[in-house]
């Protein structure tokens, strides 16, 4: 199985500020890496999918990038709905495994 | 707008079944492949399962192959997952979640329903 590490686990953030969080896989996964974001109580979200594109109606602020097992969600100016938890997801190939998850609070 | 709502959700005991059931809408149901991911309390995602549009192609996480069973009912929009012999780790919330179309054969999740919450305990 693929095994996913994010860094950083936490990070303290103040609106406008640019958040870098990075994902690591344990074995190169080419462009299949997804990120989504969960608020508190609420269902993931996907924000970006094959590492950089953008999901439809996902703030420009977010970016992805990176290949083979290193890669990187920017938030480029963070908001306040912008606080919650971040994970990342390979795709390469099943089983399907998430990193443990970013929490960016205040 | 795409629609999933997961029911059957409840507390079990330990070797105990559950069928849990999502009812997809706003979106034509048998073009899509559809995965179940859950989520222990105050814990990370885990992948369980996986069905092609047509359900002829199945995966599941090792932690639950040979006791739990997805399916799918395409005539009714409904995705499904029986879960057996279960354990004090299965506590979780369950989403069902649609597969993008457009990550290839990637499988990246992007409309989930609001989760079920499965309690096993004595």
């Known amino acids: 199985d693929i095994q996913m590490t994010q860094s950083p686990s936490s990070v303290s953030a103040s609106v406008g500020d640019r958040v870098t969080i990075t994902c690591q896989a344990s074995?190169?996964?080419?462009?299949?890496l997804a990120w989504y974001q969960q608020k508190p109580g609420k269902a993931p979200k996907l924000l970006i999918y094959?590492?950089?594109s953008l999901q439809s109606g996902v703030p420009s602020r977010f970016s992805g990038s990176g290949s083979g097992t290193d890669f990187t969600l920017i938030i480029s100016s963070l908001q306040p709905e912008d606080f919650a938890t971040y994970y990342c997801?390979?795709?390469?190939?099943?089983?399907?495994?998430f990193g443990p998850g970013t929490k960016v609070h205040i | 707008q795409v629609q999933l709502v997961e029911s059957g959700g409840n507390l079990v005991k330990p070797g105990g079944s559950l069928r849990l059931s999502c009812a997809a809408s706003?979106?034509?149901?048998?073009?899509?492949?559809m995965n179940w991911i859950r989520q222990a309390p105050g814990k990370g995602l885990e992948w369980v399962s996986y069905?092609?549009?047509?359900?002829?192609?199945?995966f599941y996480a090792d932690s639950v192959k040979g006791r739990f069973t997805i399916s799918r009912d395409n005539a009714k929009n409904s995705l499904y997952l029986q879960m057996n012999s279960l354990r004090a780790e299965d506590t979780a919330v369950y989403y069902c979640?649609?597969?993008?179309?457009?990550?290839?054969?990637?499988?990246?999740?992007?409309?989930w329903g609001q989760g079920t919450l499965v309690t096993v305990s004595s």
């Open positions: 074995q190169g996964i080419s462009s299949w």
């Open positions: 069905i092609s549009s047509s359900g002829s192609t199945i």
């Open positions: 094959s590492a950089s």
């Open positions: 997801q390979q795709a390469n190939n099943f089983p399907l495994t």
């Open positions: 706003g979106f034509t149901f048998s073009d899509y492949y």
């Open positions: 979640a649609r597969v993008s179309p457009l990550g290839g054969s990637g499988s990246y999740s992007d409309s």
